[in-house]
């Protein structure tokens, strides 16, 4: 629909029951919250095969009638659907224009090594961290976070420090009413994006129900043994719950052609998944890569690899960081350290600076 028609306008009603009176046909009203308006845009589901586009293209307060040929309707960017799916979160503004950087703790451990971490945040300028409650690890024998008790202190220190958002995973539907309940408690000094994990990719339960509420937006990271395909699907689920405040992470594929890296990094998938999406795109260079290594020329291969993400367009940055890594409960060895922080930070701002000097010139060569 045209802009100035919302989904309680009788013209909108009108478009519905046009698309209603087809048999089999029935419709589904989303608003998409874009980074210059907000639209709301009527879904046909049936068999729309045979139905023409024309009357619809024909009525006044219709803007564009689109076909869809692939499954993620919400979350993918179809023919002619030139506007990104932004949205402004506690805040903070993500779209496929934007760039952040989320250095933090793969897992909370003690509040002085997360205050530490806050602290070297703010001394960097950074307002947006990643910190772990709930650890999905591989063995039950390994630490799994300390859930919900670590809330309380960690939300206060977030915003002690000015944190504004904080990535943090959730692994099952409780997690999300526990830091519903904490954030309330500590009288909402920062901001949560819910974050589901690579092990979580295709746990459509878990992906409907953050996708049924709408006070958290959603990290969702790519499944590391599906297809892109299959990922982009899966995140539909959350989107076609209603939540649309949605950024897709890449954090690298399990497959032995990877190695040394943990993960084989899948960053070249960044204008990949801007273009077949509207939503914005986070790189993790830490899961990917796994360690610190360093290359021949003295940067890590963390440093480098960000690099390839954010020359392509990454408008997001998930980064392990610990004042101790030695300390650390959870990937420890793969955590950037408070004298590396200042490096990577602008390190990955020289790159962007780049990335938007390649946009420069090709509007300037057309
Ligand atoms: C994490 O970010 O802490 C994590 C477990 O990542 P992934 O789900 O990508 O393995
Ligand atoms: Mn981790």
């Known amino acids: 629909m045209k802009a100035e028609f919302g989904p309680e306008a009788p013209e909108t009603r009108q478009v519905i029951r046009m698309a209603e009176r087809h048999p089999d046909i029935r419709t589904e009203v989303h608003v998409i919250r874009g980074s210059m308006r907000t639209l709301t845009e009527i879904y046909l589901l049936g068999p729309t095969a ?182 982009l699907n899966a995140v539909e689920y959350v989107a076609s719950g209603g939540n649309h405040r949605i950024v897709f992470g890449l954090r690298g594929m399990k497959t032995n052609l990877g190695d040394p890296h943990r993960n084989f990094v899948d960053f070249a998938m960044v204008p990949v998944v801007k273009r077949l999406t509207r939503m914005p795109v986070c790189i993790d260079p830490s899961h990917s890569v796994g360690k610190r290594t360093l290359a021949p020329d003295g940067l890590t291969d963390i440093h480098h690899v960000t690099a390839q993400g954010v020359i392509a367009g990454a408008n997001m940055v998930l980064v392990d960081f610990h004042p101790n890594p030695e300390e650390a409960l959870c990937d420890g060895p793969q955590a950037l350290t408070p004298p590396e922080l200042e490096h990577f930070v602008r390190d990955a701002q020289l790159v962007r600076d780049a990335y938007l000097q390649r946009l420069k010139l090709k509007n300037e060569l057309g």
């Open 50 to 231: 045979s139905i023409s586009s024309e009357p619809f293209e024909e009525f006044p307060a219709v803007e564009k009638v689109i076909r869809i040929r692939e499954r993620y309707r919400t979350v993918g960017r179809h023919e002619g659907q030139a506007e990104a799916v932004g949205f402004e979160y506690n805040g903070v503004h993500f779209s496929q224009d934007s760039f952040f950087l989320f250095p933090g703790v793969c897992a909370v451990d003690t509040r002085e090594n997360l205050e530490a971490t806050f602290r070297a945040l703010r001394a960097a300028g950074i307002s947006t961290t990643r910190a772990g409650a709930y650890k999905p690890r591989t063995s039950p024998y390994d630490f799994q976070g300390h859930g919900a008790k670590c809330l309380p202190w960690t939300f206060e220190l977030a915003g002690k420090y000015g944190i504004r958002v904080i990535a943090m995973e959730v692994t099952s539907e409780s997690h999300v009413d526990e830091i519903h309940d904490a954030l309330a408690a500590a009288g909402n000094p920062t901001g949560v994006m819910l974050q589901i994990g690579t092990r979580n990719a295709q746990n459509f339960e878990l992906l409907k129900s953050v996708g049924s509420q709408q006070e958290f937006p959603v990290l969702f990271k790519r499944g590391m043994g599906i297809t892109l395909e299959e990922s």
